[in-house]
């Protein structure tokens, strides 16, 4: 074989025409996602991207926009528990998952009703 996976570019999520400062408010101002530049080319199909870590999150503009209610990523992040403060803080919702040896989990939707789960490792 003369190829090998290296990891994960980015994670695409769809959102409804116009999502761009909805999109911007919640991964960036809430979750703190440093906002990217979409190259030029792309610009014109309207979405945001986010890095998150090594990775990216691409919001795209999706014309017959369904949220994703099972397919999801899996962030992981430090101190679970100070994040979902920060979401019920903010009256978002915060869905506890059934967990996993070694993990603490918890789900919620972006502002498009796209499922985001949200994982520690322990």
């Known amino acids: 074989m003369s190829y090998a996976f ?3 570019d980015h994670v ?3 959102a409804p025409a116009g999502c761009e400062e909805q999109a ?3 991964y960036a101002d809430l979750l703190g996602l440093p906002e990217i530049p979409k190259p030029i ?3 014109k199909r309207g979405g945001v991207w986010f890095k998150c870590g090594n990775h990216e999150i ?3 503009v999706e014309a017959a926009f369904k949220p994703a209610r099972k397919a999801h990523p899996g962030f992981e992040v430090n101190d679970l528990p100070a994040l979902r403060d920060k979401f019920i ?3 978002l919702p915060v869905v506890e998952e059934e967990q996993i040896e070694g993990r603490l989990r918890f789900h919620t939707e972006d502002p498009f ?3 985001l789960e949200f994982i520690e490792y322990l």
């Open 6 to 8: 290296v990891g994960i």
């Open 12 to 14: 695409q999520l769809a």
């Open 24 to 26: 911007r408010a919640f």
């Open 41 to 43: 080319n792309l610009q």
């Open 58 to 60: 691409h919001i795209g």
């Open 89 to 91: 803080q903010a009256g």
């Open 113 to 115: 009703g796209n499922r």
